[in-house]
């Protein structure tokens, strides 16, 4: 896949997928073992950004330049056969550079709409925190109601649809801050780090020529990522399930300046959900949800000047008994 790709599936799918939990399962490890034959030490990272995907979200990286961000967001759309873009945040980048514009077209005598960058399966904003707010704001649409809106009509994205974006933590002094809304809308907030020494030196190897992202071939389609986000979606999360998450939630709105939302309620669930499927669960056990609770909840809490929301989070946990 190329930032060139069109924003439609490459192939037509007229198969009906398997909806099973078994089938899903398949879907979920056969794209996680494929991206991880480029992206080497990255496991914990790699499933975290797959849950968010089958639980239709979004993710944020907070992380140094180079350790491998652009790459995961291209090897997953590669892995499901997906369209890949990549837009660079500037401080000078509008709105329209990102959702598309109308165009006269002087032979029909009527305006075109010549769709931007966030028309494909996966998107990676990369330094997002670039842009100003009003460029940032360009995505809130599109990452929660699945279309944009320009001139006053709407136009659908593609199904699935994913956000991959990356934040600058080198250079504060020439960045914007994300606004809350804007980061609510993000599944997770996550950070790959720089490889161990074995890592590395493996990594090495296997760019010495040709990279391996080169060779990737998908081992998914379009309709098979579909069908197991339905799947995930259907998944059982018991009452019990259902109130710790709720008690987790109230716990942060105690205790934090600002806690979770009920936006954050309903994505921590989500991505509880898609991690029971990962493991090959019909049902969701709590310890789904406090594994996906350190990377949903934080960036979603403000502290004022005491501590943070990882801080929080970690309370919660200790503190919140599973009833």
Do not use: C, W
Not at 207 to 224: K, N, T
């Amino acid at each position: 896949m190329t930032d060139t790709d069109t924003p439609t599936d490459a192939k037509v799918e007229t198969h009906e997928p398997d909806r099973s939990i078994e089938a899903a399962h398949e879907v979920a490890t056969a794209v996680r073992d494929n991206v991880e034959s480029v992206m080497i030490g990255q496991r914990e990272t790699l499933e975290h950004t797959l849950t968010a995907i089958l639980a239709g979200g979004h993710v944020l990286l907070e992380d140094v330049p180079g350790v491998g961000k652009t790459m995961l967001a291209r090897a997953i759309a590669g892995s499901v056969d997906g369209a890949f873009k990549r837009v660079q945040f500037t401080p000078d980048l509008l709105p329209s550079d990102v959702t598309g514009v109308n165009v006269f077209d002087r032979s029909t005598q009527e305006f075109e709409f010549r769709p931007g960058p966030v028309f494909a399966n996966v998107v990676l904003g990369d330094e997002i925190n670039r842009a100003p707010p009003k460029t940032q704001s360009a995505l809130l649409e599109a990452m929660e109601e699945g279309q944009v809106t320009v001139d006053g009509e709407s136009h659908a994205l593609p199904d699935p649809f994913t956000v991959v974006a990356t934040q600058n933590t080198v250079e504060g002094d020439r960045a914007y801050d994300l606004p809350l809304a804007e980061l609510d809308r993000f599944t997770k907030t996550l950070s790959l780090g720089y490889p161990d020494q074995s890592q590395e030196s493996d990594l090495l190897a296997r760019v010495s020529g040709r990279h391996p992202i080169e060779d990737l071939e998908p081992v998914a389609s379009l309709a098979d990522l579909r069908a197991a986000r339905q799947t995930t979606a259907d998944l059982t999360a018991s009452a019990q399930i259902r109130d710790y998450v709720s008690r987790l939630a109230g716990y942060t709105r105690e205790t934090a300046q600002l806690g979770v939302s009920p936006r954050g309620s309903i994505t921590l669930l989500r991505a509880a959900r898609a991690r029971a499927l990962l493991e090959g669960r019909s049902y969701v056990v709590p310890d789904d949800v406090q594994i996906e609770a350190r990377v949903v909840l934080p960036h979603r809490i403000r502290t004022g000047t005491a501590g943070t929301g990882e801080d929080v989070v970690t309370d919660a946990l200790a503190s919140v008994d599973v009833e």
